[in-house]
T-cell receptor, first 112, second 116 residues
Framework: KAGVTQTPRYLIKTRGQQVTLSCSPISGHRSVSWYQQTPGQGLQFLFEYFSETQRNKGNFPGRFSGRQFSNSRSEMNVSTLELGDSALYLC???????????FGPGTRLLVL | AQKITQTQPGMFVQEKEAVTLDCTYDTSDPSYGLFWYKQPSSGEMIFLIYQGSYDQQNATEGRYSLNFQKARKSANLVISASQLGDSAMYFCAMREVSYGNNRLAFGKGNQVVVIP
């Protein structure tokens, strides 16, 4: 089976712009979670989707949003980018709730 | 409050030797799962091993084993016979079952460098 894929792998944006990141889960996996990784804050949970429904959201401002499509693919959007949004954004999929999460390679976002 | 604590400084390990990475956790949930992930410099998080709070035996996966001490709230990872490819950051994570979701709380990680 192919693993979790994320596009794009690298992204450079400027402050105030918005960005959309995409995640394709492992075939058959219906749960997708997103995490932000920064040197200062470490790995932080953003949100989780299962069957197109957001089940849980981390402590992030409303500028961070996401969605999941009927084929389980997920996107996350960050509007009005700030310098502090520079991070590695990791997507993880699992076959269901309470199952092991498998991560993608991540998208490295740099905000200038 | 921090749920996962990994406090060891970066470690240099001789090839073929064993290494133990410490992880302590904090939860009031009687049902939880503990995970270890490896993150090479490429950035991808690679799942290594899982231990459930009610599992009677310590988990093992190939060269990886988890030393689970429930009373001490400790879940140390042991890597036997280190290889050069084991050089990476290692993260301990916990999922609290009672929340009914997939949310993982991660520690800050342990840096391991394997030297020939």
């Amino acid at each position: 089976k192919a693993g979790v894929t994320q596009t794009p792998r690298y992204l450079i944006k400027t402050r105030g712009q918005q960005v959309t990141l995409s995640c394709s889960p492992i075939s058959g996996h219906r749960s997708v979670s997103w995490y932000q990784q920064t040197p200062g804050q470490g790995l932080q949970f953003l949100f989780e989707y299962f069957s197109e429904t957001q089940r849980n959201k981390g402590n992030f401002p409303g500028r961070f949003s996401g969605r999941q499509f009927s084929n389980s693919r997920s996107e996350m959007n960050v509007s009005t980018l700030e310098l502090g949004d520079s991070a590695l954004y990791l997507c993880a999929s699992s076959s269901g709730i309470q199952e092991t999460q498998y991560f993608g390679p991540g998208t490295r976002l740099l905000v200038l | 409050a921090q749920k996962i604590t990994q406090t060891q400084p970066g470690m240099f390990v001789q090839e073929k030797e064993a290494v133990t990475l410490d992880c302590t956790y904090d939860t009031s949930d009687p049902s939880y799962g503990l995970f270890w992930y490896k993150q090479p410099s490429s950035g991808e998080m690679i799942f290594l091993i899982y231990q459930g709070s009610y599992d009677q035996q310590n988990a093992t996966e190939g060269r990886y084993s988890l030393n689970f001490q429930k009373a001490r709230k400790s879940a140390n990872l042991v890597i036997s016979a280190s290889q050069l490819g084991d050089s990476a950051m290692y993260f301990c994570a916990m999922r609290e079952v009672s929340y009914g979701n997939n949310r993982l709380a991660f520690g800050k990680g342990n840096q391991v460098v394997v030297i020939p």
